[in-house]
T-cell receptor
């Protein structure tokens, strides 16, 4: 069964600190992996999208990595800001169906 | 650009009432989707439309109907609302880029069925 598992479920860090969110997937055949940021009360917004051949992609202070062999991805946030408080959702696409499989998300709270 | 616009933002329904969630996108995307998001669960696909005039069931279609009125609009209808349909609903549209299928979400509709 195609699944996407994220960890931790929630995370609290102090402003200015770095953090890393994890995403493990069992989706096959793999097409691409996306990280979305969802602010409270808003819709998800795309941060990065990576295909099979890409190992790392950055978007400002957000850096996503992908290991297609181990089927793992991480999202690293550098020098966190209060505005980074949100849910971060990992989404994997299956290449044969185009279907998107969503992780449950990691809720990040950045405290001053 | 407005992107994906959905209405209403909030709605309270009584069990058995019907209602329609409206969605429109101004990005000329072919594909549109309706998802629901519940606490502790990932977004689940209710219905999608790959192009104008076509609709297909997603993961959780029971209790819902959809209409792809034209390329811009994709509505979700609850014919007889049930408390289990209390959720946050997201409309989305997508475009195929070189990196893959990129989805753009609306701001969500909070629905409570009492």
């Amino acid at each position: 069964k195609n699944q996407v598992e994220q960890s931790p479920q929630s995370l609290i860090i102090l402003e200015g600190k770095n953090c890393t969110l994890q995403c493990n997937y069992t989706v096959s055949p793999f097409s691409n992996l996306r990280w979305y940021k969802q602010d409270t009360g808003r819709g998800p917004v795309s941060l990065t999208i990576m295909t099979f051949s890409e190992n790392t992609k950055s978007n400002g202070r957000y850096t996503a990595t992908l290991d297609a062999d181990t089927k793992q991805s991480s999202l690293h946030i550098t020098a966190s800001q209060l505005s980074d408080s949100a849910s971060y959702i990992c989404v994997v696409s299956a290449s044969n169906t185009g279907k998107l499989i969503f992780g449950q998300g990691t809720t990040l709270q950045v405290k001053p | 650009n407005a992107g994906v616009t959905q209405t209403p933002k909030f709605q309270v329904l009584k069990t058995g009432q019907s209602m329609t969630l409206q969605c429109a996108q101004d990005m000329n995307h072919n594909s549109m989707y309706w998802y629901r998001q519940d606490p502790g669960m990932g977004l689940r696909l209710i219905y999608y439309s790959a192009s104008e005039g076509t609709t297909d069931k997603g993961e959780v279609p029971n209790g819902y109907n959809v209409s792809r009125l034209n390329k811009r609009e994709f509505s979700l209808r609850l014919e007889s609302a049930a408390p289990s349909q209390t959720s946050v609903y997201f409309c989305a549209s997508s475009v195929v880029l070189r990196s893959g299928n990129t989805i753009y979400f609306g701001e969500g509709s909070w629905l409570t069925v009492v």
